[in-house]
């Protein structure tokens, strides 16, 4: 079946650097979502991306779908204690199921 | 207000016992799943009800059951209880199939 891959599993920054996790699809995908689950809570969507090539922004968090539509990235800038959680990409492809990646979890030290 | 709530937070019971999990959502929306994640954190899609029609069964085992009166309730029935079904099940809900999902507060479920 179509699989996620969601890469790094971890990552460790100071605060102020920047953070990026990468999501890739074997397949095509029709959309892609991603969200945000801080320690101890519920996975919180933060935005979807439809579109071949589209570029959203939320202040400093850059998501982006490629050309093929089988990868996305999130990037955040500089970032705060606050962006500590684990970050998840979701995919559907010709099917009804959205799959999710396992996640990227991002530890800010200060 | 809660717009997606799940009862009990934490169910804590032995091994063979049944189950039942209780998720309720007040936004209108028309389809709601059951999300199974595992202690590495892996959430996996379990069932998606669409206007209480069955929509998405993955290759979950028979003792697993999704109940759904109506649109607004999803319910999940464990029978057997086993070690590995130890986990935290989430619920979530969304307008329309896939879009963006609301998750409930997650129920915490420890087998022993």
């Known amino acids: 079946g179509q699989q996620v891959m969601q890469i790094p599993q971890y990552q460790h920054v100071q605060e102020g650097e920047d953070f990026t996790t990468y999501c890739n699809s074997s397949?095509?995908?029709?959309?892609i979502q991603w969200y945000k689950q801080r320690p101890g809570g519920h996975p919180v969507f933060l935005i979807q991306?439809?579109?071949?090539?589209e570029v959203k922004k939320q202040k400093r968090l850059t998501f982006q779908f490629g050309e093929a539509k089988k990868n996305s990235s999130l990037h955040i800038t500089a970032t705060q204690t606050t962006d500590v959680g684990t970050y998840f990409c979701a995919g559907r492809g010709t099917g009804y199921a959205l799959n999710f990646g396992k996640g990227t979890s991002l530890l800010v030290t200060p | 207000d809660t717009a997606v709530s799940q009862t009990p937070k934490y169910l804590v019971t032995q091994m063979g016992n049944d189950k039942s999990i209780k998720c309720e959502q007040n936004l209108g929306h028309d389809t709601m799943y059951w999300y199974k994640q595992d202690s590495k954190k892996f959430l996996k899609i379990m069932f998606s009800y669409n206007n209480k029609e069955l929509i998405i069964n993955e290759t979950v085992p028979n003792r697993f059951s999704p109940k759904s009166p109506d649109k607004a309730h999803l319910n999940l029935h464990i029978n057997s209880l086993e070690l590995g079904d130890s986990a935290v099940y989430f619920c979530?809900?969304?307008?329309?199939?896939?879009?963006?999902?609301?998750f409930g507060p997650g129920t915490r479920l420890t087998v022993t």
């Open positions: 979530a809900s969304s307008q329309v199939l896939n879009y963006e999902q609301y």
């Open positions: 991306l439809v579109k071949s090539g």
């Open positions: 397949t095509t995908l029709s959309n």
